[in-house]
């Protein structure tokens, strides 16, 4: 017994052409879905914990540059020998809030993460040793201790 029922080629050209569609867009997303994202494109460098390490050295230079999101942001480069490091210390309004300041050939140990942060290895200061002044920057868990919106 027949029911009569009939499928015409039409159905099958659709399905053809679905078909390609989707390997198309398959072959068109993949590619942009397997790029990493670059740490320190369009956003402040984020602490990691797994990356803590402590260093030492003497003040070389003290700058202000620019996190992602803010632009004040107060940078030492400490010679510990023959390399120079980067430290990312907190926001300028933060320092002068507390009173801070940083000086060519200050004595300086420092505790942080290291973090790659625009193509450049940078250390995000948890606890900075200046003489016998312990500055705190971030707690236990890496997170700032001054507000994010202000700065200070």
């Known amino acids: 017994m027949s029911l009569g029922l009939r499928f015409p080629i039409f159905p099958n050209e659709c399905f053809?052409?679905?078909?390609?569609?989707?390997?198309?867009?398959?072959?068109?997303?993949?590619?942009?879905?397997?790029?990493?994202?670059?740490?320190?494109?369009?956003?402040p460098p984020k602490y990691d914990l797994q990356a803590e390490m402590k260093t030492k050295g003497v003040v070389d230079e003290v700058n202000l540059v620019s996190d992602g999101v803010r632009s004040d942001f107060?940078?030492?480069?400490?010679?510990?020998?023959?390399?120079?490091?980067?430290?990312?210390?907190?926001?300028?309004?933060?320092?002068?809030?507390?009173?801070l300041s940083f000086n060519k050939g200050d004595q300086v140990a420092v505790t942080g993460s290291k973090v790659t942060h625009d193509g450049v290895d940078?250390?995000?200061?948890?606890?900075?040793?200046k003489g016998d002044d312990t500055l705190l920057f971030r707690d236990t868990k890496g997170a700032p201790v001054w507000n994010a919106r202000t700065g200070k």
Do not use: H
């Open 16 to 43: 053809k052409m679905l078909f390609r569609v989707a390997l198309c867009l398959l072959l068109w997303v993949t590619p942009g879905l397997s790029q990493k994202t670059q740490a320190g494109s369009g956003g």
């Open 74 to 99: 107060r940078e030492l480069i400490i010679k510990n020998g023959d390399d120079k490091i980067r430290i990312y210390v907190c926001p300028k309004p933060f320092e002068d809030e507390m009173g």
């Open 122 to 129: 940078v250390i995000l200061a948890r606890e900075l040793v």
